[in-house]
């Protein structure tokens, strides 16, 4: 069953469908598009009836009342022509795009059509051959065509890059996707790197305060006198009698030489008092 007429379409998509007409008749595919460049409009087009003859045959666009999945339904009948006279018509497919600089950039290889006026939107450009599948297509709108002749378009623009992906490639997806997943990395290392700049900038400032800091009074720590004396200047007042005979015992001679002599264990020696039981001065000797 047919549908109805939807506001835009592809003109590929008019051309791949069998025309058949209100009599049930099949006339064919699709063959060529009848264009009016000057103003960027489809008039009609052509189908051919029969895969061996030489006859074509014309429509106007305001014939078409009808789409299927694979058929194009037109009411009245048709103007046959020749191939030769068709090759004569002025068309914009597959015209060579140039680029700002005069090189070329890719092809024209489709246009997106208003059914109800003819008015061509904008033009579907492929920078490989059209004719493979799967390949890109970008938006040309007909504001941005400078110029035009037989087989060739001039535009302002510097690549393809500077007009709209219509539709992308399995190439060109996967690269805008690395592109963007590039991007992604990139700006997630940033701010890695950003979040290691502060915390080692908190860690030298913790660690230059550290430093600031004035070092550790070892008299504090040591419990010391009332009278600030150091512990270096102690005596034997200050350490109780008989501090110096628990370490050493002196022999003074003749000449006022004072030589510490090693004790060495031996019968005179006695153990501590703690042991003993006894209440002596000096537990050793």
Do not use: N
Not at 60 to 76: C, H, I, M, P, Y
Not at 122 to 129: E, I, N, P
Request: glycine residues 10%; hydrophobic residues 30%; aromatic residues 6%.
């Amino acid at each position: 069953m047919p549908s109805a007429l939807p506001e835009q379409l592809l003109l590929s998509d008019l051309l791949r469908r069998r025309v058949r007409c209100d009599q049930g008749l099949d006339h064919g595919p699709g063959a060529i598009a009848w264009m009016h460049p000057p103003v960027h409009r489809l008039l009609g087009w052509a189908s051919r009836p029969s895969a061996f003859g030489q006859r074509r045959e014309v429509w106007r666009l305001d014939q078409l009342k009808g789409l299927s999945e694979t058929e194009a339904f037109v009411r009245g009948g048709a103007s046959e022509t020749d191939p030769e006279t068709l090759r004569r018509l002025p068309t914009l497919l597959e015209a060579v795009l140039l680029g700002g600089d005069g090189q070329p950039l890719g092809s024209i290889a489709d246009a997106a059509v208003e059914l109800r006026t003819g008015r061509i939107r904008h033009y579907l450009v492929s920078r490989s051959d059209p004719r493979l599948p799967g390949s890109s297509r970008w938006r040309l709108v007909p504001d941005r065509i400078v110029d035009q002749q037989p087989g060739r378009v001039f535009s302002a623009v510097r690549g393809l890059d500077d007009l709209p992906l219509a539709r992308a490639s399995v190439r060109q997806e996967f690269l805008r996707r690395s592109r963007r997943w590039r991007d992604q990395v990139g700006e997630e290392t940033a701010r890695l790197r950003d979040q290691f700049q502060q915390a080692g900038g908190r860690l030298e400032d913790r660690l230059e305060g550290w430093l600031e800091e004035p070092p550790w009074d070892e008299r504090q720590e040591r419990p010391g006198r009332d009278d600030g004396r150091p512990w270096e200047e102690d005596t034997e007042q200050d350490m109780g009698p008989g501090a110096y005979d628990d370490w050493i015992d002196e022999d003074v001679h003749e000449d006022g030489d004072a030589r510490p002599e090693p004790r060495t264990p031996g019968p005179e020696r006695r153990p501590p008092d703690r042991y003993r039981g006894r209440d002596d001065d000096d537990p050793w000797v």
